[in-house]
């Protein structure tokens, strides 16, 4: 599976930016799709991670009521919709996949993933 993100940028504190990930390589899609995060010096977070069959969701605590991830399905492509940034969420935003079922409890662990994409800068700016 191959994973190609898109659509980071610079943006002012409260704007709003668009995430992509695009994915190939194979014909029934990632059976979990989810978006990290990682600012300079520390650790990559979870974000949000959605299922393909039945579209469940889990969204990171920082991140509740300000993003929101979805997918279309016919182009095993995700989203990542990023309202009301701050510039606490300055990083570099990862798209990861997973072709096995994920349970809900282990979605947010980066281990359950074993394809990632490149990687799009986000800068927020105060």
């Known amino acids: 599976v191959q994973l190609q993100a898109s659509g980071g940028g610079l943006v002012q504190a409260g704007g709003s930016l668009r995430l992509s990930c695009a994915t190939s390589?194979?014909?029934?899609?990632?059976?979990?799709m989810a978006w990290f995060r990682q600012a300079p010096g520390k650790e990559r977070d979870f974000v949000a991670a959605?299922?393909?069959?039945?579209?469940?969701?889990v969204h990171a605590d920082s991140v509740k009521g300000r993003f929101t991830i979805s997918r279309d399905g016919a182009e095993n492509t995700v989203y990542l919709q990023m309202n009301s940034l701050k510039p606490e969420d300055t990083a570099v935003y990862y798209c990861?996949?997973?072709?096995?079922?994920?349970?809900?409890?282990?979605?947010?662990?980066?281990?359950?993933?074993?394809?990632w994409g490149q990687g799009t800068q986000v800068t927020v700016s105060s």
């Open positions: 390589g194979r014909t029934s899609g990632p059976s979990t």
């Open positions: 959605i299922r393909r069959r039945g579209g469940a969701t």
């Open positions: 990861a996949a997973a072709e096995s079922h994920i349970i809900m409890s282990a979605m947010r662990s980066s281990t359950m993933y074993p394809f």
